[in-house]
Every structure is written in structure tokens, then in C-alpha cells.
T-cell receptor
């Protein structure tokens, strides 16, 4: 158990809908990272927040957005969902602010299925 | 921008040493190389991280040559429980701090 929690574990929805994925970092960690993992694209970095501020950005679609709240939990919002958005979404956390060169602790993931 | 390349799969037998290499030709000067292990339906788990030369911890070693264009993860005396996918991770050196995972190497350890 990494100490990072993600809810829900599974989510099934329809195209065009909007969903919110939630992540709680390990106690004491200030950074939260979001990743998408699909069979064809592998692990793709989406975005990092550090203490409420956006810190690093990857290949995140405009339909996707994230935020980190004062209690340090984070939410990833996915809108206008398409079939291709079906994937595992992982959240990770770390102590420091760097995007690279820092140990990240991953949560168990949320499996999103878009029908 | 950085790009990583790893072998898609490797086979080994219990007790053997396994070396998995990742090439990252455009790694940024100040960037580290990190390796993760992932089992099915689980999140990746940190194995080891380094900047240059050699790093060793209780589970693995990481070898990074002077030009830092590649890195080799070494797993000594693998067991069946080491069967997993192994990923290298580097930053892309760009202004947005993008992180690049390799496509992963599926290691199969046989008895």
C-alpha cells in the first residue's frame, strides 16, 4: 500500500459525459501527479500540482482539467468523453516540487470505461 | 525533447541476473533517470533512481554511462515474483516539465 488513495476504482460512463476522479496523496506529500495508461499509448504524464499550484504539464487534452485543493487532495475532470478516453488513470504523490528526479508513490488507479 | 526506448520484452530464469537498458538520447543536463516496476492492475512502484555512474539499493543497481544517453537497470538473481513490466522515466527537458515514460519492458521469469 503506497498510501495514495484514488476513488472510484471503476467508472463506466457514456460518450459525451463528464466525470471527476479523486486522489488523496500520502500524508506529508505536497505534489500530486496524474497519468493516463492505455494499451496503445502506455503511461502518459498529464499534469502535476504542487501545494495547489500547477507545476508541470504533459500531454493533457483541453477537455481534461485538474486542480489541487487546500487539503492537498486533487481532482481530475474529464469532459466530453470519447471512446478513446477509456484507460487507467493513476495519481501519484511526492514530497518535493520537482517534476523529474523525485520518487513518486502511485495510487491503485481508476479504471474508466467510456461506452 | 527526450524520447525513451526500451526492449518490449525479456525472458529469464530464476536466479539469473537481468539487465534492462533504456535509451534516452536527449535527456536534459540536470535530469535524473528513474525506474519503476508495475504488476498487472497495480500502480507503478519506484525501484531506483540515478543521475550518473552507478547507484545500488537493496533491490537493484542502475548503471549510467558518462554520456547519459542510456541507463541499465540490473536485477540480481531474479525470482518468479520479479515478473512484471519495468519502465524508465525521464523529464523531457522542456519548459513545461513534461515527464516521459518508456513503453515498458515485460520481464518474464521462468522456474
Amino acid at each position: 500500500d503506497s498510501g495514495v488513495t484514488q476513488t472510484p476504482k471503476h467508472l463506466i460512463t457514456a460518450t459525451g459525459q463528464r466525470v471527476t476522479l479523486r486522489c488523496s496523496p500520502r500524508s506529508g506529500d505536497l505534489s500530486v501527479y496524474w497519468y493516463q495508461q492505455s494499451l496503445d499509448q502506455g503511461l502518459q504524464f498529464l499534469i502535476q500540482y504542487y501545494n495547489g499550484e500547477e507545476r508541470a504539464k504533459g500531454n493533457i487534452l483541453e477537455r481534461f482539467s485538474a486542480q489541487q485543493f487546500p487539503d492537498l487532495h486533487s481532482e481530475l475532470n474529464l469532459s466530453s468523453l470519447e471512446l478513446g478516453d477509456s484507460a487507467l488513470y493513476f495519481c501519484a504523490s511526492s514530497v518535493g516540487s520537482r517534476s523529474s528526479g523525485i520518487t513518486q508513490f502511485f495510487g491503485p488507479g481508476t479504471r474508466l470505461t467510456v461506452l | 525533447l527526450a524520447k525513451t526506448t526500451q526492449p518490449i520484452s525479456m525472458d529469464s530464469y530464476e536466479g539469473q541476473e537481468v539487465n534492462i537498458t533504456c535509451s534516452h538520447n536527449n535527456i536534459a543536463t540536470n535530469d535524473y533517470i528513474t525506474w519503476y516496476q508495475q504488476f498487472p492492475s497495480q500502480g507503478p512502484r519506484f525501484i531506483i533512481q540515478g543521475y550518473k555512474t552507478k547507484v545500488t539499493n537493496e533491490v537493484a543497481s542502475l548503471f549510467i554511462p558518462a554520456d547519459r544517453k542510456s541507463s541499465t537497470l540490473s536485477l540480481p538473481r531474479v525470482s518468479l515474483s520479479d515478473t512484471a513490466v519495468y519502465y524508465c522515466l525521464v523529464g523531457d527537458g522542456g519548459s513545461q516539465g513534461n515527464l516521459i515514460f518508456g513503453k515498458g519492458t515485460k520481464l518474464s521469469v521462468k522456474p
